[in-house]
């Protein structure tokens, strides 16, 4: 079966969006799905610009993307509720996401997005994400002892790096082979690009 790469951010109201979708998307479409935890900052403050671990958008922009991922979650019927402290850090979410076995990863994912974007609940606190893996039925100590190590530390780093040697700049990314697609709204063009690419690479 064709696999798609999933790398997403648990900051990003648009990678939650999207980490509610793919799955019956892609199923839909005979794909593979490989979920990809990641964390932007690094990337962002590559931008020799505006080098900053934020998106800086101008206040006419930032009022705009929060109406426009209002307006998506409404369409989708996600009950989005802004976190009190936007954008919140998402590093131990992406390394506990990292650790998890990759069975369970999606739905560990989902529910820490939704504890973010729905229960407005701190994610970078070591005690409410230890609640969350635990409710997933998942030993919280011995996944967050593992999450903290220095090897999946390292390890995070190189996804960063490799995540950069692929070309993404923002999250949520899509992987088919060398091809790349960005943004929620790209999942389905992704998709069809897996049955039928229709340019050349």
Not at 82 to 92: A, F
Request: a neutral charge; one cysteine or more; proline letters at 8%.
């Amino acid at each position: 079966m064709q696999a798609m790469e999933f790398w997403y951010d648990f900051a990003s109201p648009y990678s939650w969006m999207a980490a509610e979708r793919i799955d019956g998307l892609a199923a839909a479409g005979g794909l593979a799905v490989h979920w990809r935890p990641f964390i932007l900052g690094p990337i962002l403050r590559l931008r020799p610009d505006n080098p900053s671990p934020y998106q800086n958008a101008p206040p006419a922009q930032r009022a705009y993307r929060r109406r426009d991922a209002e307006r998506l979650c409404a369409s989708y019927g996600l009950p989005l509720r802004w976190p009190s402290s936007y954008p919140r850090n998402g590093l131990l979410g992406a390394r506990l996401a990292r650790v998890a076995p990759p069975d369970v990863r999606p739905a560990l994912s989902r529910a820490i997005y939704r504890a973010n974007f729905v229960d407005d609940r701190e994610i970078s606190d070591a005690t409410v994400i230890g609640a969350i893996v635990a409710a997933q039925g998942l030993d919280a100590d011995a996944l967050l002892a593992t999450a903290l190590t220095d090897e999946n530390k390292r390890g995070l780093v190189a996804d960063v790096d490799a995540a950069i040697a692929h070309g993404i700049f923002g999250a949520p990314s899509f992987r088919l082979g060398t091809e790349l697609f960005w943004g929620n709204d790209r999942l389905e063009q992704a998709i069809a690009w897996a049955r039928q690419p229709w340019l050349s690479p």
